[in-house]
């Protein structure tokens, strides 16, 4: 897997999952799909930027390690969206 595709999923993941948490997980419809669209978009073109700042849009990552940051992903978004519902209350 190429950094730029590791780093765009890991970006849409935790983006997506705090767009779902802020919208209450009633997003639907073209909202939802509006929504996903555009946190694609914008992620794509960060990463874009921030790997070509540094020359490393075509590195190879091993699979054990896309694995990992994909865990790591999804398990911080879910940690910072309990953390925050815990101290709004």
Same mark, same amino acid.
């Given at each position: 897997?190429? #950094? /730029?595709?590791?780093? &765009? =999923?890991?970006?849409? !993941?935790? +983006?997506? $999952?705090? *767009?779902? %948490?802020?919208?209450?997980?009633? %997003?639907?419809?073209?909202? /939802? *799909?509006? $929504?996903? %669209?555009?946190? =694609?978009?914008?992620?794509?073109? +960060?990463s874009?930027? #921030?790997? &070509?700042k540094? $020359?490393? &849009?075509?590195?190879? @990552?091993? /699979? +054990?390690?896309? @694995?990992?940051?994909?865990? $790591?992903?999804?398990? !911080?978004?879910? #940690?910072? !969206?309990?953390? @925050? %519902?815990? +101290?709004s209350?």
């Amino acid at each position: 897997m190429r #950094l /730029l595709t590791l780093t &765009e =999923y890991c970006l849409l !993941i935790f +983006f997506t $999952g705090f *767009y779902l %948490a802020v919208t209450g997980f009633t %997003a639907k419809d073209i909202g /939802l *799909y509006i $929504g996903i %669209a555009l946190i =694609y978009i914008f992620s794509h073109i +960060f990463s874009k930027r #921030l790997l &070509e700042k540094r $020359g490393k &849009e075509n590195k190879q @990552v091993h /699979l +054990f390690f896309s @694995v990992l940051a994909i865990i $790591g992903s999804v398990f !911080i978004t879910v #940690l910072c !969206i309990a953390l @925050v %519902a815990s +101290f709004s209350k």
